[in-house]
């Protein structure tokens, strides 16, 4: 028996399995998954690896085959499905299948398992006053206690009762010489969920809930479950289809995973899926230690919970009869790892769920381009909730021009209408939240007195402003001088939008000094609890104001706040990544959400230099199918995902010129690959961070509808790189539809 193993060392060469000789001894112990010492190299240096497969039969010499030492120690077996999913991404990924292991498999090692000890008396009742009256006439008085104690509870907690008597392990070890009692120790896994008392109460399901319920019953009950979207508006009840659609799953003895970003991932939350499954709900972030991780991974391979709740590495847990997968709030980009592989958490759980034989339930309010368009080619399952359970009205939204507030003489970031509204709420004691749409690199260039923007006239995204007096575009390198001017309007109020969160909440003290304002942001939410602490506070209404940054518009229900303010929905819109317009679309949807969540009626105000932008018109009137049209026609008339794929080749070097010369090798030789297909070949630009940890950065992207042609000139360029000694100092790495720009 000869085994095929992958060794554990991250390098582009040695991606490759070696064949081993399974020793007899080892024959019947050993699987898919299992993690063995070898032999390797020159000197046989001993080196962990992973098993991939098995055969009867060598290819090559069997004298020259080196033998598999013995099993690896304390290491934990990688279920063979998710060994097959590891495979998967590697190719649909790229990065190396060591790498792909280790993201399937999170658990390094195993864990020293909590450990309780137990005694137990072991002899009847009747025996054991015998016993007692002999220790007492011998005057015995410690063990005439512990055995008073064994005789009021056939079974007490070792270190507890010898705190509680005041005994010593010596009296316990007596007793047990004499049979009397035994001392068991048993492993206890570390449970990070508490679960509750509280009941649950029973909810009559709308119409549309009891659709969707049912389209995923039958589907799975005929044991073809496929992939659903269920879109509906936050309130509109699809946490509890969720957890009703786990619970046919559960019932038919089958498991469930639960995706939810970890910033949505609260108390509260957790909570309503302990209410339905009690201790049999598990959940991972990141904030539990290696051992609680550990344990929850056991508990799943033990078959000891049925629900795992967490952000993206949830994906993986164990579980031996997985029956759904569920993605709530599936347009969030945290799902895009950015280690390599770079998985995506919904095309990959979509893949296990298809090795497994299992359904995927992908959830939002603002659905991503992705997942419509998959209903839209039949792919996916449409579910639709479209009231809201409470029937509260979606708050009134109205979106303030800033080019007329300049023409008015307000230079400030707060219009009018804003200041006006603000002012009105601090009167009547509602709750106001201010939200600074800032995300990543806001590095673009807009008129404020004409909204112009200037873009790269052959990505159509826009040019970001490099110190040195550039415009760059991050997609193909064009670049032109900066501007002073308009060139549109002749303005000179052409420049970048600075303001931060800091600026806004100086301004707004100023301009309210009777309000309290919290402020959230990365600044401010540094240590652990920070984030929760605050939001908490205020919905203790200890303030009136919150202001913040994305982090603000998810998840929470604040029922006292009503109204929202958007200072700059721009922010978000022009920086240089072609999913700009729907990032916007989305905040600005999350944004109006959170006013009027309670009984009072909300209002949303945004603030634009570009108040005609689809996505801002579309976003004011919560009309998703209105920019999902207008986007898609972008999209495909660009070439961008999901209308064809993108992958983006990030190559680093410390040597500059060695990675500009290795950038036009490359592209050379992707321009040689498919010229048959219409490969496009895009690039090489500096990426907006030009230079990270004294790293030089170029990035190359290719284009094309076929997502397998895209795969094939990974497999290509990686073959060329692996040969070619110009590359043995760049490192490359692969990124399909990237969620980033670099
Ligand atoms: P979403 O996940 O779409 O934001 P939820 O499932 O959280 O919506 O529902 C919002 C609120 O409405 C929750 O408090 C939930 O318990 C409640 N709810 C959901 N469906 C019903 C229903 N059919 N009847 C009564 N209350 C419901
Ligand atoms: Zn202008
Ligand atoms: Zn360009």
Same mark, same amino acid.
């Given at each position: 028996m000869y085994a095929e193993i992958i060794i554990d060392i991250t390098h582009e060469k040695l991606d490759r399995t070696f064949e081993y000789k399974v020793p007899e001894e080892l024959e019947g112990t050993l699987a898919v998954g299992s993690s063995v010492l070898v032999p390797f190299g020159n000197g046989d240096k001993v080196r962990t690896g992973f098993i991939i497969g098995f055969s009867e039969?060598?290819?090559?010499?069997p004298a020259k085959i080196k033998e598999i030492r013995g099993k690896a120690p304390k290491s934990v077996r990688i279920e063979e499905n998710l060994v097959a999913l590891a495979a998967w991404m590697k190719e649909h990924y790229g990065g190396t299948m060591i790498q792909a292991l280790k993201t399937v498999w999170p658990v390094k090692k195993q864990e020293r398992p909590k450990e309780k000890r137990i005694i137990r008396r072991t002899v009847t009742e009747e025996e054991g006053r015998e016993w007692l009256a002999l220790f007492q006439r011998k005057n015995q008085k410690a063990r005439a206690r512990l055995l008073e104690a064994l005789l009021e509870n056939?079974?007490?907690d070792y270190g507890w009762i010898l705190r509680k008597l005041g005994l010593t392990a010596s009296v316990v070890r007596a007793l047990e010489e004499m049979q009397i009692l035994t001392v068991d120790t048993e492993t206890v896994w570390r449970n990070p969920v508490k679960a509750s008392e509280e009941q649950m109460k029973q909810i009559e399901y709308t119409t549309e809930q009891k659709e969707a319920i049912r389209i995923f019953k039958e589907d799975f009950q005929r044991g073809n479950p496929g992939t659903y979207l269920l879109y509906g508006?936050? /309130?509109?009840g699809k946490t509890e289809v969720y957890m009703e659609m786990i619970q046919s799953v559960v019932q038919s003895g089958r498991q469930a995973i639960v995706l939810i970003p970890e910033i949505a991932l609260t108390y509260q939350t957790v909570m309503r899926f302990v209410r339905v499954f009690g201790n049999r709900v598990s959940i991972m972030n990141s904030r539990l230690s290696a051992g609680e991780r550990y344990d929850q991974m056991m508990r799943a391979k033990n078959g000891e919970i049925d629900v795992m709740i967490g952000p993206?590495?949830?994906?993986?847990? !164990?579980?031996?009869?997985?029956g759904l997968i569920v993605i709530d709030e599936?347009?969030?980009?945290?799902?895009?790892?950015?280690?390599? !592989?770079?998985?995506?958490a919904r095309e990959t759980a979509i893949e296990r769920a298809r090795i497994e034989g299992a359904g995927v339930v992908l959830g939002s309010a603002t659905p991503s381009l992705e997942a419509f368009e998959g209903c839209r080619r039949g792919q996916y399952r449409l579910l639709r909730l479209t009231q809201r359970v409470k029937k509260q009205k979606m708050a009134e939204v109205s979106v303030i021009d800033m080019r007329k507030e300049l023409q008015k003489g &307000?230079?400030?970031?707060?219009s009018d209408c804003l200041r006006e509204k603000i002012e009105d709420r601090l009167k009547r004691r509602e709750q106001v939240m201010l939200f600074l749409?800032?995300? /990543?690199?806001?590095g673009f260039l807009s008129c404020r007195s004409c909204g112009y923007v200037v873009k790269c006239p052959h990505c159509d995204v826009s040019l970001s402003w490099h110190r040195g007096g550039r415009m760059v575009c991050h997609y193909c390198g064009y670049e032109e001088p900066m501007i002073h001017?308009?060139?549109?309007?002749?303005?000179?109020?052409?420049g970048a939008f600075k303001a931060g969160t800091q600026q806004v909440e100086d301004l707004i003290r100023k301009e309210f000094p009777e309000a309290k304002v919290l402020r959230m942001d990365l600044d401010t939410t540094r240590g652990k609890e920070s984030y929760e602490t605050i939001l908490s506070s205020f919905a203790d209404q200890e303030a009136d104001i919150l202001i913040g940054t994305?982090?603000?518009?998810?998840?929470?229900?604040? !029922?006292?706040?009503t109204l929202v303010g958007v200072?700059?929905?721009?922010l978000s819109l022009y920086?240089?990544?072609?999913?700009a317009a729907e990032r916007t679309f989305a905040l600005l949807c999350q944004a109006a959400g959170?006013? /009027?969540? /309670?009984?009072l009626p909300g209002e949303a105000v945004i603030q634009s230099y &570009?108040?005609?932008h689809y996505s801002i018109q579309a976003a004011a009137r919560q009309d998703y199918e209105a920019f999902f049209a207008e986007e898609m026609k972008f999209r495909t008339l660009m070439g961008y995902p999901p209308a064809a794929h993108l992958m983006a080749v990030l190559m680093t070097s410390e040597d500059e010129a060695l990675l500009n010369k290795g950038a036009y090798y490359l592209k050379l030789f992707a321009g040689r690959i498919r010229t048959d297909a219409g490969l496009e070949i895009i690039g090489p630009a500096s990426p907006?961070?030009?230079?990270v940890k004294d790293q030089y950065r170029k990035v190359l992207y290719l284009k094309h509808e076929d997502y397998r042609v895209l795969t094939e000139a990974k497999d290509k360029m990686e073959q060329y790189i692996e040969i070619n000694?110009?590359?043995?100092n760049i490192r490359i790495q692969f990124d399909f539809d990237p969620v980033q720009t670099f």
């Open positions: 039969k060598s290819s090559f010499d056939e079974e007490l508006v936050t /309130g509109s993206r590495s949830a994906l993986f847990t !164990p579980f031996e009869h997985l599936e347009h969030e980009t945290t799902y895009k790892s950015e280690q390599v !592989p770079r998985y995506h &307000n230079r400030s970031i707060l749409n800032r995300r /990543g690199f806001a001017t308009c060139p549109s309007c002749g303005s000179p109020h052409i994305q982090m603000i518009v998810k998840g929470h229900d604040f !029922p006292n706040v200072l700059a929905a721009d920086i240089s990544d072609y999913r959170r006013a /009027g969540r /309670g009984d &570009n108040p005609e907006a961070i030009g230079k000694e110009g590359f043995q």
